[in-house]
């Protein structure tokens, strides 16, 4: 178990930063949860995830704007959602560049979206960093003030591994029920 920790403490934070840049909900709260227990520093932690973060948008912006043809090859299977993301931009305006940091399941396809759009570069990136450092503080601090409940549920987990498919069963199950009837053509 200490050698799972000093190799956390090698690479966390490369790991960090390799997740984050494409959304990094688990990997932030996990960083959270090991800065609780004294692994990792939580300054530190949420300073890459903030940084991978705002970054992979940007990216993301960047290589559906100038790499169209790319992009539209790489998403075909997902065009229904990306009409969603459409659809929720023009519903949300620019709240959907915040909203979609703590969305499962939409958060690549925004920034993609908007990419391919005539929306402002420079506004955008504003707003994403904006939302990243809303995104990092929310989860990095919720994970590091709620680590002890989140040790003691790990625990649970780990005393009855039986409950950890249920939850991801369960978890996956809705979200792909709200993308499936979010995505479903519209019969007139």
Not at 108 to 132: E, H, Q, R, V, W
């Amino acid at each position: 178990m200490e050698d799972t920790f000093s190799n956390l403490v090698t690479y966390g934070y490369i790991g960090l930063f390799l997740y984050s840049l494409g959304g990094g909900f688990v990997a932030l709260v996990s960083a959270g949860v090991l800065s609780y227990m004294g692994k990792m520093d939580l300054a530190t932690s949420m300073s890459v995830a903030f940084i991978a973060n705002a970054l992979g948008d940007v990216m993301l912006f960047y290589m559906a704007r100038y790499q169209k043809k790319t992009m539209m090859e790489g998403i075909r299977k997902h065009r229904r959602k990306l009409a969603l993301s459409h659809i929720m931009m023009k519903k949300y305006g620019s709240w959907i560049i915040l909203i979609q940091k703590f969305v499962y399941g939409i958060k690549t396809l925004i920034p993609i979206a908007i990419g391919l759009t005539k929306y402002d570069f420079k506004k955008f990136a504003i707003l994403n960093i904006f939302s990243a450092a809303v995104w990092t503080l929310v989860f990095g601090f919720g994970s590091y003030f709620s680590g002890n409940a989140l040790v003691n549920f790990a625990k649970m987990v780990g005393d009855k591994p039986w409950i950890a498919p249920i939850i991801l069963l369960v978890f996956g199950a809705g979200l792909w029920f709200y993308l499936e009837k979010a995505t479903k053509k519209k019969v007139k």
